[in-house]
């Protein structure tokens, strides 16, 4: 066996040994350690694009952890979809790593009760301790929830990078982080609880927890076990819901993404997508077409509660009083218009989903980290929606806010359009449709005037500044024109890439394929 | 692909102007028109195809699946709307170039502009819809940055904000529009859409898909009842609102009525709608234009009031009244622009634009009221004048289409009324500015503009007056190929000249001349009574109440959902869960209990159940008398560990019982530091609410577990039984399945330990508590802080738990025990020396000896090749806390606890007086082990975490077993011990934090 | 006959069990109560273990002599348990049937 | 007895939601401890009641119980301690972050060392 | 002979064990709760040789062990909370 | 020979410990238990510093045989007090005066006491000089006393701390 043979493990490989390597290496001189990190994330990118490449004829490259057989072992499964999440993970992980060590951290304005503190203003990953661990384990954890094809493993990858999440949620402290992250922690011990309950469920009566073993098996599931499993499965349901912030589930995310710490907002750009990526992936196989009593399991919850997210993601973004916690609320919106086309179902809306998302990972997470700079440049008054002095270099910081506004509001012609015109090409053929269209307009309207409004107040309706303000510097900026640069990229290379993610989209609708892959050595 | 190049260069050229003007302010005007000319340079060769009837189409694929590509037309619509955006934008170019003041940025403005004409052109030559429709909004927002250009006045900032929100608005209907007629005819191309014309309007969905486009094209020209954007806009520089809201960017939506012609025209519902809509802006434009006193004010509602004109004629379906359309767009197009650049030269050397103060300003500036003049008169629809031949057609169509109806007088009486109010304000604008008296205290004196400010209204108003007076000659093969683009179909019989005889239209044009003068004469009373009543309907009223209500109603309802609370939060989720978990079984079919025989009940089981009930109930009861709680907490713990070993489960039990007792000490760490009376119930519904959700989750998970436990099941157990001992060479299934099988799992789990610990210790960092210095009963605490007896045994204990966990680590493989539950007897060994002895005493002791038992030497000679902790022991830590973090220099190192571990030179200097044991060398050297062990099976050819395992025969020691898992499981040991010890460490390090320490980052 | 001596120390620790635990539901002040779990049930498990230890020798043709070591480990930690037991008892002056010792008010040696 | 077991995980599940409802970090914490165990016990008995039947092989044995759920619960142990352990940790941190022990960082009543 | 005292033997155990939890939840004050704790630990004990007698299996040996062990670490410090209130200090 | 082998005793109780762990006597075993016995100490040492000497084994042994007696006895004592019901008691608390002085035997005796009859070591002075002692039932408090100074203190100070002083 080649390395290659190992591709699939590699993503996953890599950042742990990082990881452990970054422990060993805590104390070692700073530029190390940075260089060690950065140059593993940006090893990630080879890794992931050789993936892609390796399933982009259709393969699923299966592993067998352990060399055991698939429903007995753990095997990793390496499709389309998961070579596209690792990707977008990726290039994302690269430009919030970037951000955290170049990017100063804002003084704590006296609003928010801490004291001043004297001396250089540290980058992010200097503000606390393990930064660079936790962020290489973070990525551990997402990149082996997106390639395991088993759901016990998934459970535990899901906690990886739970607690990896709350670890760099909390890094550099504070009143209002402390509190949302305490929040963040709880609702998500519940969930995990609550995964539990589900996985024990499903294994309790089919006996088996292999993704695609659980497909074949839950299809013949006899009908006097017809509501347990539903039950069942939609309890799992509840757990990705939770994690992908949907409606009800959604009131941890605006305080946790606004109250953390910018690089780490955005690297969490890609955190409800795991919840997302859960549901496509989970669902695809146990609720297809041919799925016993699942059949279409979702179909009756996951739009409307959608829409209703997206909704609710627009109103909080209209409502919201600080640059950072209407990102956040957009984050909601973003997640929302991605679960409304994971709804629907159909290749085309999948294809459409599976294109919006990394395009609003991407915008999300620039406006996060450009929030920052506003914050930085505005002193006292950060970025809150109140007329301020006029930030240095606010030509420069308030072209970029134009252009990821743009993305983040879904208008042509960035990429944002292009998935939502997808989304609603592909709702035609819906029964949602009359739902999903005036939700969708109206929403990119809502989108449309309240980042108008922000734009507005923080960069036109200013005032002279009587203070030094600390320009934002390039380094700060750079993340987010190569943010934006990706962004760019989705619209000039949209046509291979829709055509990746509709034939993503089709291998997601032919279970089939899958579940022989992964099975066909047992059976 | 030239013509996507002539849209590309604006876009291009924004950039380059913006670059330009750090070179000096006139040449990014120059660069401005440059490119403006490039790009006219570039279409200008391929003017000849559509007069010659042929129809441009270039294409390049983009998302060819999707039906979305880069498509460009350029027909003879597309090619009169190009020249006028790029031709009026040269005019505007040189305008602004002496408009714009030294405060202003010449470069922004350009830029802006660039990228406005660009988005403009991309509309009018697009051949894809949705690809026109990028272009679209594209120019809304470059209309945002024109208007709130200057940004710092109040009015620019909300206009430019209205503005983007209205046409906004109509672009994401044009969206749904556009998608439909995709739908219905397969493609969005127009070639295509243009052969479906029947198809379309034939189809179910046509009025939906009309009134979606409507709403684009109606929020975009500014048609009732959306027009009121466009006075607001006119905060922005004159340049801008003589480009934009006269020529080119209103004229978009009356763009895409002409053309959408062809598909969506000639029914009832186009009809009414269109007309309707084009009527009523008509005539309400043209009333309110006459009663404005800001110039640029009257000129707005002018304009809407001539694209209300404009709309009615392509909303009479005929297409004669489609080619009046064309022509007034012309028209129009050159008389208001150049009215607002005269009114921009008023605004500028007069200093104000309220006609209130402006009078007389023919003596200061004779030359430009003349200018002025012409195109007022124009717009009056003066015979000699463009503005009289378009207005001529369109009083004849008017009258065409009403013969022959029951009340065919009204449309015909309205447009007359409209045509009056035309005049009247045409009038106001002249008589008011240029005569009138003498002017009022103006700001400035007024005076004759430069020479090239004037040169494009020249251009313009003479353009108005060629056309006026000889159509046929000027405009008229222009007209017909835009008309034809327009139809896309064989032009109407129609005829082009100044002089069509006395007929109806003659007529009406009279008439409304003499009725606009008379009302002019009568201002003073309609002002008046104008004032009292209408001047009051302010369409922005309802605007701003309705986006205040929009951003009042999403306020409540963020912020009635999203309160901040926890509570609420769990709550949502665990009634979120009882509903995803209960819907199923209201359907029906699926009974509760299954067939599968259960277990006797026997009496032990019954009280150790019996005890486990009730202990949970006085947790629950007692949670505010926190240690209380906490004992019946592990009496929780312990019973549960019971039911594992009752129900076959060994490992289990170990596990839970090792976790159980840390987990005590951890809370009573916490207890410690957190208040030790818990505050008061709010209240009691909420307590009964909850208990009422907590009952329904307890019966939900009981249910579930009754009908999962009655119910009989295939597992695939049978495979890990079989293969335990041949395939993983261990008889302790559980552990093989941990080790081997699902190692990956386990890898997993210990690095969430790891996590854990790294995680805590990032948290501790600036943690700083106090202490209370009494109990909960207000006592002092008792003064012997390591009694003797405890701290002399429990040093006892600790070779003898050490030995015991050596025996459960290397019997994991085949009995119950294992790495984890070994590290944690490790881990609570040591904390006991910890609780006994202290903390100083403690760190002092661990520093120069490894914590966790010498491994025997068989276990790292498997396939793990790695260095087993024997050789390495960890080296002496300095205080990794950060309230001694002063210290400036490199820490030592600490890290790889290498098999030398020499410790550098100086190292001593920063030991704080507690040295604090690190456990980090633990932590990675476990994770490492563990990963390693996986990798090690890469060399031979096998899948991450393959394992392996043989057998050795020694002398003495006879025969006894190697498996690769032992050093997976080594890892594990390794990570438990020094997760737990850091998290407990680290906790236990809290008190040590002086109190009032100011906190340092 | 073995058997008989089985089933004796079988029944003797669990009737020392109980007893302990009757002790400890009976007395009426924390001090007296100490007394049961410390002495009795300590016994009673110390029975049950060389019950068990004959047991497994006897059927497994080989020594068991590895529950020694959990009678071990009880007789070395349950003193101190109930020495510290009685210590916080006194610290927190516990309701006592005999009168309690005055306060050890000399200053702590390592007072932290 | 099947049923005692249900029973038993729906009590443990009832208090470990109501004390995950209570406004205080403390029985928060507590609550999650309570559904830990409440879903320890699920997982494995998902596995089915067996006794005597532990799964470590021998000749001896009579029979195997379902091993796998004990493995993974044994692991569901191990993350939940890990958990348990940073929740609490972040409590403290709570608490000396907001000046009480809510979970909101809100006021309720008193706080004697605050 | 001992088919019959296994029987008696789990009753008085788990008698034993009632009584203590009846202790411990009784109180009336810590040192007594902590006591009961400890006692069902060592109830628990017994439990598990009995299990191991009556099953005839020596595979509950380690929990004993484990129980003796982590019952005094956890009654060493519930006990030092109430006097110190740091345990580690 | 102590930076080769720091505690001897120790190294034999924990071959021993092994033994009784493995459950089995085996060259295997006895090979490990001995490393194993030779290694942990090495680990712990540092928690050990103090060399533990045992004179007079002899006298220890007998101790040790009046311990296992008295552990017995006192189980049966007090398993008759608690039967016979709580009114009979006679509670008390006694002061013992220490003649040890080494942290090993004070905590030693301290042990027996709470092990043998109806006695529990309550708390122990500060300065190591008393041991408070707590009686189930008491008669004599100075026989008590004498007892426990005779019985178990006399013969630990001749163990673990005659000639060290």
């Known amino acids: 066996m080649s390395l290659l043979d190992h591709l699939a493990i590699l993503p996953v490989v890599l950042p742990l040994v990082v990881g452990i390597v970054l422990i060993v290496l805590r104390n070692a001189p700073r530029a190390l350690q940075r260089g060690v990190a950065v140059a593993a994330t940006l090893a990630l990118l080879p890794l992931a694009l050789a993936l892609i490449q390796a399933t982009g004829d259709g393969t699923h490259l299966v592993y067998k952890l352990g060399n055991w057989e698939a429903p007995y072992g753990i095997v990793l499964v390496a499709d389309r979809l998961a070579a596209w999440m690792l990707l977008t993970t990726a290039l994302l992980a690269v430009f919030a790593l970037l951000y955290a060590l170049t990017a100063p951290v804002p003084q704590p304005s006296p609003q928010t009760g801490e004291g001043a503190n004297a001396g250089p203003t540290p980058t992010y990953d200097r503000d606390g301790r393990h930064f660079h661990v936790l962020f290489q384990l973070q990525l551990f954890g997402l990149n082996g929830a997106f390639l395991t094809g088993d759901l016990f493993n998934l459970f535990v990858f899901f906690e990886i990078l739970l607690l990896a999440s709350y670890g760099l949620m909390l890094h550099g402290g504070g009143r209002q982080r402390v509190k949302a992250g305490l929040h963040y922690v709880v609702i998500n011990l519940v969930g995990s609880t609550l995964f539990l309950f589900a996985v024990g469920t499903l294994y309790g009566v089919t006996g088996t927890l292999n993704m695609a073993d659980l497909a074949v098996k839950l299809a013949a599931t006899p009908p006097h076990n017809a509501a347990l499993v539903q039950s069942a499965a939609l309890l799992l349901f509840g757990v990705f819901a939770l994690k992908a912030a949907l409606l009800p589930l959604t009131l941890w995310l605006p305080a946790a993404y606004a109250q953390t710490s910018a690089p780490v907002a955005a690297l969490f750009a890609i955190m409800t997508k795991v919840g997302a990526y859960s549901i496509l992936r989970v669902y695809s196989l146990i609720a297809g077409e041919a799925a016993g009593p699942l059949t279409g399991l979702l179909d009756a919850w996951l739009v409307p509660l959608a829409l209703a997210t997206l909704a609710l993601g627009m109103a909080g973004a209209m409502a919201s009083t600080s640059l950072r916690q209407q990102t956040a609320w957009l984050v909601v919106a973003s997640i929302g218009t991605l679960l409304v086309a994971f709804g629907l179902g159909s290749a085309d809306a999948l294809a459409a989903g599976l294109y919006y998302l990394p395009h609003s990972t991407f915008a999300t997470a620039a406006l996060f980290l450009l929030a920052d700079s506003i914050a930085r440049g505005r002193g006292e008054f950060a970025d809150r929606f109140e007329s301020g002095p006029a930030m240095p270099r606010a030509r420069l910081v308030g072209g970029l806010f134009f252009a990821v506004a743009v993305a983040v509001a879904g208008l042509p012609p960035l990429s944002g359009f292009l998935g939502k015109f997808m989304l609603l090409q592909a709702a035609l053929e819906s029964p949602w449709m009359p739902w999903v269209w005036p939700v969708v307009l109206a929403t990119g309207l809502l989108g449309v005037v309240a980042l108008a409004r922000s734009g507005s107040l923080l960069f036109y309706r200013t005032h002279t500044a009587h203070a030094e303000l600390p320009a934002p510097a390039n380094a700060a900026l750079a993340p987010v024109v190569g943010l934006l640069a990706l962004i760019v990229g989705l619209v000039l290379a949209a046509g291979p890439l829709s055509d990746f993610t509709a034939a993503t989209a089709a291998q997601l609708t032919a279970p089939q394929h899958y579940i022989d892959a992964v099975l066909g050595g047992a059976r | 692909m030239t013509l996507f190049l002539a849209v590309l260069i604006p876009f291009a050229g924004a950039a380059l102007v913006a670059l330009a003007s750090r070179l000096g302010r006139s040449l990014s005007a120059w660069a401005a028109g440059g490119v403006t000319l490039a790009s006219l340079a570039l279409l200008a060769p391929l003017a000849p195809l559509p007069f010659a009837g042929e129809t441009l189409v270039q294409q390049q694929d983009w998302m060819p699946a999707l039906g979305l590509n880069l498509a460009f037309r350029l027909d003879g619509l597309a090619l009169l709307f190009a020249g006028l955006i790029l031709g009026i934008g040269l005019l505007i170019v040189l305008y602004a170039r002496y408009y714009l003041s030294e405060r202003d940025s010449m470069g922004r403005f350009y830029a802006y502009l660039m990228l406005f004409m660009g988005s403009m052109l991309g509309i009018v030559l697009s051949e894809n819809l949705i690809q026109l429709l990028i272009f679209w909004e594209l120019t809304s927002l470059s209309s945002f940055l024109l208007i709130s250009y200057w940004q710092h006045r109040e009015g620019a900032r909300r206009g430019a904000r209205m503005a983007l929100a209205v046409t906004g608005l109509g672009g994401f209907a044009m969206l749904g529009g556009f998608l439909l007629i995709g739908h219905i005819v397969g493609s969005y191309e127009l070639s295509d859409v243009f052969a479906s014309g029947d198809l379309i309007r034939e189809h179910p969905l046509y009025v939906p898909t009309l009134i979606l486009i409507l709403l684009g094209v109606f929020t975009k020209s500014a048609q009732f009842p959306f027009h009121f954007w466009l006075p607001h806009a006119m905060a922005a520089p004159t340049p801008v609102s003589a480009y934009l809201h006269s020529a080119t960017m209103v004229k978009a939506g009356v763009f895409l009525l002409a053309r959408l012609w062809p598909a969506l025209s000639g029914t009832p519902e186009w009809f009414w709608l269109v007309s309707g809509a084009g009527l009523a802006t008509l005539l309400l434009g043209a009333y309110v234009a006459l009663f404005k006193h800001d110039l640029k004010g009257l000129l707005a509602y002018s304009t809407i009031s001539h694209l209300g004109l404009i709309t009615l004629l392509f909303g009479l379906s005929t297409p004669l009244a489609a080619v009046a359309g064309v022509f007034h767009i012309i028209n129009h197009a050159t008389f208001k622009a150049s009215l607002f650049m005269a009114a921009g030269i008023i605004d500028h050397e007069a200093g104000t634009r309220d006609m209130r103060r402006l009078s007389g300003l023919w003596q200061y500036m004779p030359y430009t009221a003349t200018l002025a003049m012409v195109a007022a008169a124009a717009m009056a629809g003066v015979p000699l004048m463009n503005g009289f031949l378009s207005k001529e057609m369109f009083f004849a169509e008017a009258v065409h289409i009403a013969e022959g109806h029951l009340g065919g007088w009204v449309l015909p009486a309205l447009v007359t009324l409209a045509g009056a109010f035309a005049v009247a304000y045409s009038l106001r604008f002249i008589h008011n500015v240029f005569f009138n008296g003498e002017p009022a205290d103006l700001p400035k004196t007024p005076h004759e503009p430069p020479r090239w400010m004037k040169a494009p209204v020249e251009v313009l108003v003479v353009l108005c007056l060629v056309v006026g007076i000889a159509p046929a000659l000027t405009v008229g093969p222009l007209l017909a190929v835009a008309a034809a683009g327009t139809l896309q179909a064989p032009l109407p019989d129609y005829h082009l000249a100044l002089w069509h005889g006395f007929n109806t239209a003659l007529m009406m044009s009279l008439v409304a001349l003499a009725l606009g003068a008379t009302l002019y004469l009568l201002r003073r009373p309609l002002f008046a009574w104008h004032e009292r009543t209408l001047a009051r309907l302010d369409a922005r009223v309802p605007y701003n109440a309705l986006v205040g209500g929009l951003v009042g109603l999403a306020g409540f309802i963020t912020r009635t959902f999203d309160t901040g609370s926890l509570q609420r939060q769990v709550f949502l989720f665990i009634l979120a869960a009882l509903t995803l978990g209960l819907v199923p079984w209201f359907a029906g079919g699926t009974p509760l209990t299954g067939g599968r025989a259960g277990l006797p009940l026997d009496a032990v089981s019954l009280v150790a159940a019996a005890a486990l009930i009730l202990a949970t109930l006085a947790t629950v009861v007692w949670h505010r008398r926190r240690f209380t709680a906490l004992v019946t907490l592990g009496v929780v713990g312990l019973v549960v560990s019971l039911a594992f070993i009752k129900f076959s489960a060994p490992d289990l039990a170990l596990t839970q019982l090792s976790v159980e007792i840390v987990t005590i000490v951890l809370l009573l760490l916490a207890l410690h530091f957190l208040p030790q009376h818990a505050a008061p119930e709010p209240d009691r519904a909420r307590v009964g609410r909850d208990a009422a959700i907590a009952l329904t989750a307890g019966a939900g998970t009981a249910a579930l577990a009754w009908a999962v436990l009655t119910r009989p099941y295939d597992t695939i157990a049978g495979y890990f039984l079989e293969n335990s001992k041949p395939g993983g060479g261990g008889t302790n299934v559980v552990n093989v399945i941990l080790v081997d099988f699902r190692g990956y799992d386990t890898l997993g789990e210990i690095t969430v330990l790891a996590l854990a610990g790294l995680g805590i210790v990032a948290l501790l960092q600036n943690l700083r508590l106090t202490a209370p210095l009494r109990d909960a009963a207000g006592r002092v605490w008792d003064a012997d802080a390591h009694p003797v007896i405890m701290a002399t045994l429990t040093r006892i204990l600790l070779p003898l738990a050490l030995m015991v966990a050596v025996f459960i680590l290397l019997r994991g493989h085949n009995q119950p025990g294992g790495g984890f539950i070994a590290g944690l007897i490790t881990a609570v060994a040591l904390i006991v020396q910890y609780l006994a002895s202290g903390a100083a005493w403690t760190h002092q002791r661990m520093r120069a000896s490894p914590p966790h038992p010498n491994p025997p030497p068989h276990a790292g000679e498997g396939a793990n090749a790695g260095p087993t902790p024997t050789a390495a022991p960890p080296s002496p830590q300095p205080s990794p806390r950060p309230g001694e973090g002063a210290n400036a220099g490199p820490t030592p190192t600490a890290a790889p606890p290498s098999p030398q571990p020499s410790p550098r030179p100086g190292e001593g200097a920063n030991a704080g007086p507690t040295p604090v044991y690190d456990s980090h060398p633990l932590l990675a050297w476990g994770l490492g082990i563990a990963t390693f062990t996986g990798l090690a099976s890469w060399a031979f050819d096998h899948p991450f975490l393959t394992s392996t395992f043989g057998y050795l025969n020694w002398p003495v020691v006879g025969k006894f077993e190697v498996a690769s898992a032992m050093a997976f499981d080594l890892g594990v040991f390794l990570v438990v011990v020094g997760a737990t010890l850091m998290i407990l460490t680290g906790l236990g390090g809290l008190h040590r934090a002086e109190p009032g320490t100011k906190e340092t980052r | ?112 | 007895m099947e049923a005692l077991i249900a029973l038993v995980i729906g009590v443990l599940t009832a208090g470990g939601v109501f004390l995950a409802l209570r406004g205080q970090t403390f029985p928060v914490v507590l609550g999650l401890t309570l559904l830990s165990y409440a879903v320890n016990l699920f997982l494995f008995i998902m596995g089915r009641l067996a006794i005597g039947v532990p799964p470590v092989i021998s000749e001896s044995a009579a029979g195997y119980t379902d091993p796998l759920p004990q493995a993974l619960v044994l692991t569901a142990i191990v993350i939940s301690f890990g958990m348990t352990a940073f929740v609490i940790v972040l409590a403290l941190k709570a608490r000396a972050e907001l000046g009480n022990d809510h979970v909101d960082g809100v006021q309720l009543g008193e706080d004697r060392q605050a | 002979m001992l088919d019959t005292v296994i029987p008696i033997a789990y009753a008085l155990v788990a008698l034993a064990f009632a009584m203590s939890f009846w202790r411990l939840i009784q109180g009336p004050d810590a040192p007594d709760r902590i006591l009961a704790l400890d006692t069902l630990y060592v109830n628990t004990i017994a439990f598990l040789v009995l299990l191991g007698i009556h099953l005839g299996s020596a595979i509950y040996f380690e929990a004993a062990l484990l129980i003796a062990m982590m019952g005094f670490v956890g009654t060493v410090a519930l006990a030092k909370y109430l006097l110190r209130g740091d345990i580690i200090e | 020979m102590r930076r080769l082998l720091p505690h001897p005793l120790l190294s034999v109780s924990l071959t021993l410990l092994w033994l009784l762990l493995v459950n089995e006597l085996s060259a295997g075993a006895l090979v490990l238990g001995a490393l194993l016995g030779w290694l942990i100490p090495f680990a712990t040492s540092r928690f050990w510093p103090e060399q533990i000497r045992i004179r007079h084994s002899g006298v220890l042994l007998r101790f040790l045989g009046v311990f296992a007696v008295d552990i017995v006895r006192g189980s049966f004592h007090v398993a008759g007090l608690i039967l016979k019901g709580p009114t009979r008691l006679r509670p008390a608390f006694v002061e013992v005066p220490l003649d040890l002085s080494t942290d090993l035997a004070i905590s030693l005796l301290a042990n027996t006491i709470s092990l043998t009859p109806g006695t529990v070591s309550a708390r122990l002075s500060v300065d190591k000089r008393t041991l408070v002692v707590h009686t189930l039932d008491t008669g004599d408090a100075a026989a008590l006393v004498a007892e426990i100074k005779q019985r178990y203190e006399a013969p630990l100070k001749q163990v673990f701390e005659e000639g060290d002083a």
């Not at chain 3, 007395?27 to 779990?37: C, I, W």
């Not at chain 3, 590895?66 to 070395?76: A, G, R």
């Open chain 3, 1 to 112: 006959m073995i058997d008989t001596l089985l089933a004796l120390l079988v029944l003797t620790g669990a009737i020392f069990t109980f007893i302990g635990s009757l002790g400890l539901a009976r007395l009426r002040d924390f001090y007296t109560r100490l007394h049961g779990p410390t002495k009795a049930t300590t016994l009673g498990v110390g029975c049950l273990l060389i019950a068990s230890a004959l047991y497994f020798s006897l059927r497994d043709d080989g020594v068991s002599l590895h529950e020694v070591l959990v009678t071990l480990f009880l007789f070395m930690t349950a003193p101190v348990s109930a020495h510290l037991l009685a210590k916080a008892a006194l610290h927190l002056k516990v309701k006592s049937l005999a009168p309690t010792p005055a306060d050890d008010r000399s200053p702590p040696p390592d007072a932290a």
